[in-house]
């Protein structure tokens, strides 16, 4: 358990990171409150963006006013023209060996996933791409829509048995951070079969998760070429979602791909889509507080708190919404979905998410109605299983001090359990007057 006061020093030096980049840091005292923490990370981050837009009043997507490179803290850029041939040198968000990594880095995650399969299918030709069961629900629109010459097979128990024949000479597999963990775990083992490529969207793992090192270490032991895909406004900025950024990285890439391989050719491929489909990430989305020991530790232990909260959340809903829970055990560990009695549609779902926050915020608890994750408060949004077709309501779990993150846990139960007793007596009302 983390207490209120250790806590309210460990913010103190997540924001004091951020300050530091500043030309001129601003005066900085430790936060009183959670509120406070809200506030100053996000003025903060304001003012360092600011800061970046005043100073640099001459920068365009034409590097004409810079013949030299171009810094934004650790980052060093060079371009001409940035959506053709932004070239991206610094420290790695992943926290693994630099040198096994290449990376291609994008305006959002949706962009690096976009420009890999597309890449990927011009690359390898038809091919079947296998998706774990609760895969993100715009990837696998993405390809049933735009990546005609890929097949998609959706991993259904047991898992072992779910590819069933192949109908092109090429396999594909996606392994996804939003899965279940069960999903993943199981999916992870079908790498057995040796997958001609694997991608990994690691999302919503922290950069230095152990099961990307897990993953990782898979591939390189069955030789198995690796391309891993992120948003990196996620986890990745502090909670504060400076700016939209994603990547594709291609892990020790001459090592894994034969010479003769068609995937060699895959990196060259994905950086020409990055290119056509406009997806160039901007430099000034990239935090410059990256890639310090002290980020690293406080990225850590954020994450490690939202995980801890993650379980004792799920435990207490488990007992105190039986039956009206959906999913609580995603591998992520960053949210849980809540079910009604009766099936929610996208705007019941969107509409409880949205009063349930409303209600719990004038009684003074962190949370807000927030389509994302990583917020130092609970975010709630409507959920969509593209599995099952069912909608849920999301809770973002946040990185708070334990003692509160309880009592607004027991909020939420309290608020839910209210919610689906409302909503049966209002069932049975219209009941009795069309009779």
Excluded at 381 to 405: C, G, K, M, Q
Aim: with cysteine; aromatic share 8%.
């Amino acid at each position: 358990m983390e207490s209120v006061q250790a806590y309210l020093d460990r913010k103190h030096q997540e924001l004091r990171l951020i300050n530091d980049c500043l030309s001129h840091p601003l005066p900085l005292t430790c936060p009183r409150s959670v509120s406070e923490v809200i506030r100053h990370k996000f003025q903060l981050t304001a003012a360092l963006k600011a800061e970046h837009a005043l100073h640099d009043w001459n920068v365009t997507e034409t590097a004409w006013a810079h013949p030299g490179q171009r810094r934004i803290g650790p980052f060093e850029f060079r371009y001409d023209y940035q959506r053709a041939d932004l070239d991206v040198r610094g420290p790695s968000f992943y926290d693994v060996e630099r040198s096994a990594i290449d990376t291609i880095y994008t305006a959002s995650g949706m962009a690096a996933i976009s420009a890999l399969l597309l890449a990927s299918a011009r690359v390898i030709g038809k091919a079947d791409i296998l998706v774990l069961a609760g895969a993100y629900g715009e990837t696998q629109e993405l390809i049933e829509g735009y990546a005609d010459r890929l097949r998609m097979i959706t991993l259904n128990h047991p898992l072992e048995e779910g590819a069933g024949p192949r109908s092109a000479s090429s396999r594909i597999m996606l392994l996804d951070s939003s899965a279940s963990a069960s999903a993943f775990d199981a999916g992870l083992r079908c790498t057995n079969a040796a997958p001609d490529l694997l991608i990994f969207d690691t999302t919503c793992f922290s950069s230095g998760s152990g099961r990307i090192r897990r993953v990782f270490r898979r591939a390189r032991e069955l030789a198995i070429p690796l391309v891993m895909v992120r948003s990196h406004t996620k986890l990745d900025s502090l909670g504060a979602e400076y700016g939209r950024l994603g990547s594709v990285a291609f892990v020790c890439w001459e090592k894994n791909v034969s010479r003769r391989s068609k995937l060699k050719e895959l990196p060259a491929e994905a950086r020409n889509a990055v290119r056509l489909l406009g997806g160039a990430a901007l430099p000034a989305h990239f935090p410059p507080y990256i890639g310090t020991p002290l980020y690293r530790e406080l990225t850590n232990k954020r994450i490690a708190a939202i995980l801890r909260n993650s379980r004792r959340a799920g435990r207490y809903f488990a007992t105190a919404l039986s039956g009206l829970t959906a999913e609580l055990h995603f591998v992520h560990g960053l949210y849980i979905t809540l079910s009604s009695e009766r099936p929610l549609d996208a705007a019941a779902a969107r509409q409880a998410a949205a009063e349930m926050s409303t209600d719990l915020a004038r009684a003074g608890l962190p949370i807000e109605h927030a389509g994302s994750f990583g917020f130092d408060f609970a975010a709630t949004e409507w959920f969509h299983n593209s599995t099952t077709d069912r909608y849920s309501v999301r809770i973002a779990v946040s990185d708070l001090p334990t003692a509160i993150w309880d009592d607004l846990t027991e909020a939420i139960a309290r608020w839910w359990s209210t919610h689906q007793r409302r909503r049966a007596e209002d069932r049975s009302r219209v009941g009795l007057a069309e009779s």
